[in-house]
C-alpha cells in the first residue's frame, strides 16, 4: 500500500527482529486482531510480540485499566498494533495519540475487485485521507456559553454577544500554525512518495474557509505555502462540502487528501463507505518518532462473540505497520494476498456478501501467502 513517506520510517531497510505491542481493545476487535497476529506470526517469525496489561487485564493484574508496565511495553516496542475500543482500552488509546504526539491519521481508501461497493464505477479508486489528529475541535475544551461573558466575542451571523445568545454550551476550535504546517508537510511528502510509486502525485486541500476564514482559512493558507515548495506535485483546495460531492462523483481523480481533524475524521468515513465499508479500512497514526496501527471501525459490540467481523481492516492496518518497520516484502505479500480473496470472491465475511467467518477469511489469506 505504500501509504507513510520516507521520513517517518525508522528505516528504509527491513527492521531485524522488531517488537510489537499488540492491545486487542474490545467488542468484536480482539476476533479479528488474534487471527491477525497469528497470520503475520506464520509469514514473519522474528518478530517479537508483547501484550501490554490495559482494560481489564491491567485491572485485574495491577488495579488499573492503563497501569505504568502497559505504557512502558508500548515505549519499548517500536509499534503498537490497536484493536478497536468502546470500553476501557480508551485510556491507552489516548496515550497512543496525544502522549505520544501521533499527529497524522493516514487513512487509505482503495477499491479492492470483488468489494461490495455502492459505486457503479470504482474502478481506479486509490486515495488516502491525512487527517490532522491532534488539534481542531478535538482539543476537547467546551462549556456554558455564559463563561464567554467577559470575552465579549460577537457573533458576526447573529449580530449580538454570543454569551447572550441564550442557555446553550460552546465548544473550542483550535487550528494552529505549527500543527498545520506538520500535516500538510506530511502529506505533500506522502504524495512525492507515492507518485515515485506511479500514482499521480496530487495534495488536495479542504476546510470550510467561506465560514471559518481565521481557522480553516489559516489551514488553507498554511497549505498553499507549502505548495509552493513541491512544484512537481500537484494541488488543488476546495471548500469541504463541495470536496464531498468531488469525492462521491469522482473519487478516481484523488490522491493524497488532507483535512483538519473533524472534518478529516467524518470523511473517511465516507470514503470507506466507497469503497465497500468500514470492514475495509485501516488506518495508521504517525509521529515523529513512533506508529501506531488500528483499523478505523469501531468495537463492533453488536456481533460480539460470533466470529464475523471483517479482518480486512486490521489485516491491511498491519500492512502498513509492516512497511513502517521497512518490512515492505513481507507487507507486499499480505497486502496481495488479501486482494487474491477478494478477488476470487470466496470466502468473503458477511457484511461483503459472504458467509465465511472470521478465521475462514484469514485461513483463506494465509493460503496465497
Known amino acids: 500500500m505504500s501509504t507513510g513517506p520516507t521520513k517517518i520510517f525508522q528505516g528504509s531497510s527491513p527492521m531485524s527482529a522488531p517488537c510489537i505491542a499488540v492491545i486487542e481493545g474490545e ?3 480482539p476476533e479479528a486482531m488474534r487471527p491477525t497476529v497469528e497470520l503475520l506470526s506464520n509469514l514473519a517469525p522474528d518478530i517479537n510480540w508483547s501484550f501490554p496489561p490495559v482494560g481489564k487485564t491491567g485491572t485485574e493484574k495491577y488495579g488499573s485499566v492503563f497501569p505504568p508496565e502497559a505504557r512502558e511495553m508500548i515505549d519499548e516496542a517500536d509499534a503498537t498494533f490497536f484493536g478497536a475500543t468502546s470500553g476501557p482500552s480508551g485510556v491507552a488509546l489516548a496515550y ?14 482503495r477499491w479492492l475487485p470483488g468489494c461490495a461497493t455502492p459505486l457503479a464505477h470504482p474502478e481506479g479508486t486509490d486515495f488516502v485521507i491525512v487527517r490532522e489528529n491532534l488539534e481542531d475541535l478535538y482539543v476537547g475544551c467546551e462549556g456554558d456559553l455564559e463563561q464567554l461573558e467577559a470575552l465579549e466575542m460577537m457573533s458576526l451571523t447573529a449580530r449580538k454577544p454570543v454569551a447572550k445568545m441564550g442557555p446553550g454550551k460552546f465548544a473550542l476550535k483550535v487550528i494552529t500554525r505549527e500543527e498545520s504546517e506538520r500535516i500538510v508537510r506530511f502529506s505533500f511528502d506522502l504524495a512525492c512518495r507515492r507518485k515515485q510509486a506511479g500514482k499521480r502525485g496530487r495534495v488536495t486541500c479542504s476546510s470550510k474557509y467561506n465560514m471559518l476564514p481565521q481557522t480553516d482559512g489559516l489551514f488553507r493558507q498554511v497549505a498553499e505555502e507549502i505548495a509552493a515548495e513541491y512544484p512537481d506535485i500537484e494541488f488543488e483546495t476546495y471548500i469541504v462540502d463541495d470536496f ?4 462521491v462523483a469522482e473519487p478516481q481523480a484523488l490522491d493524497v487528501v488532507v483535512l483538519p481533524n473533524l472534518y478529516g475524521d467524518i470523511l473517511s468515513d465516507l470514503a470507506a463507505g466507497l469503497i465497500g465499508g468500514l470492514g475495509l479500512a485501516p488506518s495508521g497514526c504517525y509521529g515523529e518518532d513512533f506508529a501506531y496501527f488500528e483499523s478505523v471501525h469501531g468495537a463492533a459490540p453488536d456481533i460480539e462473540g460470533r466470529n464475523v467481523i471483517n479482518p480486512t481492516a486490521t489485516i491491511l492496518s498491519g500492512v502498513m505497520m509492516l512497511e513502517y518497520l521497512g518490512r ?4 507486499a505479500h499480505v497486502d496481495q494476498a488479501v486482494t487474491q480473496v477478494y478477488r476470487r470472491g470466496r470466502n468473503l465475511t458477511p457484511d461483503q456478501g459472504g458467509q465465511a467467518s472470521t478465521a475462514e477469511f484469514c485461513k483463506a489469506v494465509s493460503r496465497f501467502l
Do not use: Y
Open 96 to 109: 497512543l495519540r496525544w502522549g505520544r504526539q501521533t499527529f497524522a491519521n493516514v487513512r487509505p481508501a
Open 27 to 29: 467488542g468484536a476487535a
Open 244 to 247: 464531498a460531492r468531488r469525492m
Open 328 to 331: 515492505f516484502e513481507e507487507a
